[in-house]
């Protein structure tokens, strides 16, 4: 199995920034999608970013297109998430996640298969 472990959340003021990290155990992290969800109090998992095997081709959630940038660096089973200009909205536990696909709108349409295990971000207005 595949072990996610993210890192770099925190409280933020809004207009903020943040970079989240998830670290990839596994041999086959070339070969997989990797993507972002986020969770907030009372509210359902939702997507937010996604990224296919290579990381040329992005998809992103309407509510943060512009602000959130995801990257993957394969050499170092790592994947990013780039946050700028955060709002209060963006307050949750934010995810990583992989799926044993390449494709990373199958990620976003289908879910994943691994999970991390979520890092707190707090935007205060």
């Known amino acids: 199995q595949v072990q996610l472990v993210e890192s770099g959340g925190g409280l933020v003021q809004a207009g903020g920034s943040l970079r989240l990290s998830c670290a990839a155990s596994?041999?086959?992290?070339?070969?997989?999608?990797m993507g972002w969800f986020r969770q907030a109090p009372g509210k359902e998992r939702e997507f937010v970013a996604t990224?296919?095997?290579?990381?040329?081709?992005?998809y992103y959630a309407v509510s943060v297109k512009g602000r959130f940038t995801i990257s993957r660096d394969n050499a170092k089973n790592t994947v990013y998430l780039q946050m700028y200009r955060l709002q209060p909205e963006d307050t949750a536990v934010y995810y990583c996640?992989?799926?044993?696909?390449?494709?990373?709108?199958?990620?976003?349409?289908?879910?994943?298969?691994?999970w991390g295990q979520g890092t707190q971000v707090t935007v205060s207005s």
């Open positions: 996640a992989a799926r044993t696909s390449s494709d990373g709108f199958s990620l976003k349409e289908y879910g994943p298969s691994y």
């Open positions: 596994g041999r086959s992290f070339t070969n997989y999608a």
């Open positions: 990224t296919n095997s290579n990381g040329a081709a992005t």
